[in-house]
């Protein structure tokens, strides 16, 4: 099956969410998930993943409760600049047996660890697991060099690959290059080709259209509240959604032993999630950074 689908097509009924909690002063992160019940529980946990109760095994052998990815601010020399220039690291969550006789536990860390960035894993005794966050790819933000615009771009690094996404002033979409995402496109509320004032609203539909014209996902966010008020800080930012999904092989080749698949999505759509990020954080940023001009 191919990666996209025709534009008009419908999208899978797979809804991945992003959750961010904003009233916390140091956390700055954005979460999505497999799902809304397992972002729910992460929320109603308080974020503990060695909590007692803060993950849920399903009968499949997948693990709810624990994200699928993190992105954060990084702690360097962008802080210094303003936020709207800040410097993203994006985390992809690991689930491993703890249980040194599981046959597949060094299968798993040998796919998932070996010569990579990570967090100490967190222990979850209740289900014998150890999670971890692998870093999955670094974001670069910076001004377009001579530009008399506020022109930005965003330079994603990853293990194997690179792209970027290009925001432009007084433009209806966003430019994506490199890799699978040369001359892509992230649209405004199916406005392609309509230049419009005022930039990207909060409140928005984006859809990601391919080179070739055939939309790969959408990113919706028209049900959340249109500011960033107290009471919809904690709320789902938005679901995003692939023009098709396939449900991932099985788990696990020991036909006694379920692990939790932690490729529940294709590479391809896992670079639209870190895409996604960007989506939201420029938003949120740069909303600041206008609110500091006007002062």
């Known amino acids: 099956m191919s990666q996209a689908e025709p534009m008009g097509a419908d999208f899978s009924v797979l809804n991945i969410p992003f959750y961010t909690n904003l009233t916390s002063i140091l ?14 529980l992460f929320k109603e946990t308080g974020n503990k993943l060695s909590k007692q109760g803060s993950i849920q095994q399903l009968p499949n052998g997948q693990y709810i409760g624990v994200p699928l990815f993190q992105c954060l601010l990084k702690k360097d ?6 936020p709207e220039s800040m410097n993203y690291q994006i985390y992809k969550f690991i689930i491993i047996p703890a249980d040194e006789k599981n046959p597949d536990k060094v299968i798993l860390e040998e796919k ?28 670069k933000s910076k001004k377009v060099w001579l530009s008399l615009s506020r022109e930005r771009e965003y330079v994603f690094k990853f293990r194997n690959a690179n ?45 990601l ?20 008020i107290l009471h919809t800080k ?5 679901l995003l959604r692939f023009a098709n999904y396939n449900m991932p092989p099985a788990f696990s080749k020991n036909e006694k032993i379920l692990n939790h698949n932690n490729d529940f999505l294709t590479d391809f759509n896992e670079l639209i999630v870190c895409m996604t990020f960007v989506l939201l954080n420029h938003k949120r940023y740069e909303k600041q950074a206008r609110r500091r001009r006007n002062n």
């Open 27 to 40: 956390n700055n992160s954005i979460y999505t998930f497999s799902s809304t019940d397992s972002m729910m």
């Open 77 to 82: 020399a962008s802080y210094l600049i303003g």
């Open 112 to 139: 998932y660890l070996k010569d990579r960035e990570y967090k100490s894993p967190c222990f979850n005794e209740e289900h014998n697991i150890n999670i971890y966050r692998v870093l999955f790819s670094e974001v």
């Open 163 to 207: 792209l970027k996404m290009l925001y432009k002033n007084f433009r209806d979409h966003i430019d994506v290059s490199q890799g699978p995402f040369e001359n892509s496109r992230w649209i405004y509320n199916d406005n392609y080709g309509n230049v419009f004032i005022d930039g990207f609203f909060i409140n928005n539909n984006y859809k």
């Open 209 to 228: 259209y391919l080179s070739d014209g055939s939309v790969a996902c959408e990113f919706d966010n028209t049900n959340r509240t249109n500011k960033w």
């Open 234 to 238: 904690n709320e789902e930012m938005g």
